[in-house]
Nanobody, 120 residues
């Protein structure tokens, strides 16, 4: 099917920056939107940022002005540049992609998640 693999998570001090990467692989027709979600302990998973195949972006209010989502030169990759990190950004971050299969069915594919911890 489709595999999404995230990387770039880790432990960082408040105010620092981190960049998350996600690469999609598999036999598919195309990828439409891609996005980053996060889930903190005891909380529901929430959308952080998304980007369409044409580059239109959306951000959660809590990260506007601090995070930037962008696609790679090849559209099978997506990045999340996180600046001015805060302790409340601590969560497991998941990559998500809106996949179009060879049969033209659409579905969401999820990565395994990468831990981001912001602490002094």
């Amino acid at each position: 099917q489709v595999k999404l693999e995230e990387s770039g998570g880790g432990l960082v001090q408040p105010g620092r920056s981190l960049r998350l990467s996600c690469a999609a692989s598999g036999i598919i027709f195309s990828i439409n939107a891609m996005g980053w979600y996060r889930q903190a302990p005891g909380k529901e998973r929430e959308l952080v940022a998304s980007i369409s195949s044409r580059g239109n972006t959306n951000y959660a209010d809590s990260v506007k002005g601090r995070f930037t989502i962008y696609r790679g030169n090849t559209k099978n990759t997506v990045y999340l540049q996180m600046n001015s990190l805060k302790p409340e950004d601590t969560a497991v971050y998941y990559c998500n992609a809106d996949i179009v299969s060879l049969s033209r069915a659409t579905f969401n594919s999820w990565g395994q998640g990468t831990q981001v911890t912001v602490s002094s």
